[in-house]
């Protein structure tokens, strides 16, 4: 089943809305499933998107493009472990990477700042200690 982003045509008490121009299921109203990006070697998913444009979408990593707010500079970093995802206990049980998550590397502890699912990259910045 398709997952759909309209509005309904019923009030909250079951009644039909009258005066709103009321309409089928639209394409550009379905939505996707969410791309929960998981730690294993890189796989990579191409999407068509409204407007036929395109996005990358991360299905699996390896590797951090890490910031480092001292230096300034940014390199690319292999992921030794997952530590934490505060956004969701379900996602934490599961080691999904999100915006927010917290990895384990060879430089030091690092928090996520993309969103992987949707930027098609991952980044990250260095956590002092």
Known sequence: MVNWQGKSNRKPTGG????????????????????????????FKLVRVHGGNYKLKV??????????PKSGKTQKVK????????TNVDYHRRKVITK?????TKIGRVQITSRPGQHGQVNGILIKK
């Open 100 to 104: 927010g998550t917290i990895v384990e």
């Open 16 to 43: 039909r809305l009258k005066n709103r121009a009321t309409h089928k299921k639209r394409k550009r109203e379905m939505a996707r499933p969410a791309i929960e990006t998981m730690l294993a070697p890189e796989k």
């Open 59 to 68: 299905l699996q990593t390896e590797y951090v493009n890490v910031s480092d």
């Open 79 to 86: 992921i030794k472990a997952f530590l934490e995802n505060p």
